[in-house]
C-alpha cells in the first residue's frame, strides 16, 4: 500500500516563507512527475508547480520567481520551497505523485491529504 505523508504547512505572515515537504512510502517501482496542487476556498485545485523525473518544472504564472520544487529520488520525496508569500496564496497544499507499483504497474496519480497554508499578519 502507497502512502503520501505531507508536512510543513502552518501560519505564516506575508513575505514569509515555508517549505513543504511530501514523501512516498509503500512497495513502489518508480516514480514518474510530482507536484503539488492548491485549492483555496471556493476556488477549484489548480497546478502550482510540477517536476518530472528528469527534473524539468514548470511552474503557475502565479508562483514563478517566488516557489522552487525539487525532487530527491532517493527519499522519494518531493519540496516545495515557497518564498515572498502572499495572502492569496493562502490555501490546502496537496502533493500528488505519478507512480508504477505492483498494482498500478501503468502508473496512477496518487494524492497526498493536504497541508494548510495560511499566510496573514
Known amino acids: 500500500q502507497v502512502q503520501l505523508v505531507e508536512s510543513g504547512g502552518g501560519l505564516v505572515q506575508p513575505g514569509g516563507s515555508l517549505r513543504l515537504s511530501c514523501a512516498a512510502s509503500?512497495?513502489?517501482?518508480?516514480?514518474?512527475?510530482m507536484g503539488w496542487y492548491r485549492q483555496a476556498p471556493g476556488k477549484q485545485r489548480e497546478l502550482v508547480a510540477k517536476?518530472?523525473?528528469?527534473?524539468?518544472?514548470n511552474y503557475a504564472d502565479s508562483v514563478k520567481g517566488r516557489f522552487t520544487i525539487s525532487r530527491d529520488n532517493a527519499k522519494n520525496a518531493v519540496y516545495l520551497q515557497m518564498n515572498s508569500l502572499k495572502p492569496e496564496d493562502t490555501a490546502v497544499y496537496y502533493c500528488?505523485?505519478?507512480?508504477?507499483?505492483?498494482?498500478?504497474?501503468?502508473?496512477?496519480?496518487?494524492w497526498g491529504k493536504g497541508t494548510l497554508v495560511t499566510v496573514s499578519s
Open positions: 517536476i518530472t523525473s528528469s527534473g524539468s518544472t
Open positions: 509503500g512497495n513502489i517501482f518508480s516514480i514518474r512527475a
Open positions: 500528488n505523485v505519478d507512480m508504477i507499483t505492483p498494482d498500478d504497474p501503468y502508473g496512477m496519480n496518487y
